[in-house]
C-alpha cells in the first residue's frame, strides 16, 4: 500500500471511531487529523468533505469484500448473488458499521455505495433496472439491520422470489 492509501485509510478508520464516540455533526477535521495522527494538510490533499471520507471507507470495505469472495453478478445466478450478498451483509463487520450509520442518521451513504456498485455491476442494464435491484436490495437490507437481523439471508431472498413471478424474471435479458 502506497503512502497516500495508508493516509486515507488511516484518516477514514479515525472518522469511524470517532462516530462510535460522537454524533457526525460533532466531529471535526481537526478531530479526525489528531485521531488519525495526520495533518489537516494530509486531510485536504485526500479528500474534500467528512462525507467523502466516510463514502471512501465504504467503498474500500465493498472492493475488499468482493475482491476476496470474487463475488460476482454477471456469473451467479440471481438468487444465489443475493444469498451471498446478504451473508457478507450480515457479517459482524458489516452489521457493526451499518448499526453505527443508523444510529448516527448516515445510512444514506450506504445507499450511494449500492447504486455506485450495481452501476459499475451491471453497466450493460439501462438505468431504470439497476436503479430497481439496487434500491430494491438497500430497502431489504436496510429493514433487515432495522428489524435486528431477524431473518437469515436465505429467508430474505425468498421472499423477494415469493411475492411475485420475480424468480422467473431476467433482468439481464
Partial sequence: MDRKEFTKRCLAEALIELLKEHEYHEIS???ITNKSGFSRMSYYRNFKS?????????????TEHIENTNLNFDELPLEEYMIRLFNFLGSPACREISSLLIKRGLFDHVQKQFDRRFRISLPRLKSYYYSFISG???NAYKLWVCNGYSETPEEIVQSF????RFSNFSFLE
Avoid at 467528512?50 to 465493498?62: A, N
Avoid at 422470489?161 to 411475485?164: D, P, R, Y
Fill in 29 to 31: 477535521i481537526n478531530d
Fill in 50 to 62: 467528512v462525507d467523502e471520507i466516510l463514502d471512501y471507507f465504504l467503498d474500500i470495505k465493498t
Fill in 136 to 138: 430494491g436490495i438497500f
Fill in 161 to 164: 422470489f415469493q411475492f411475485s
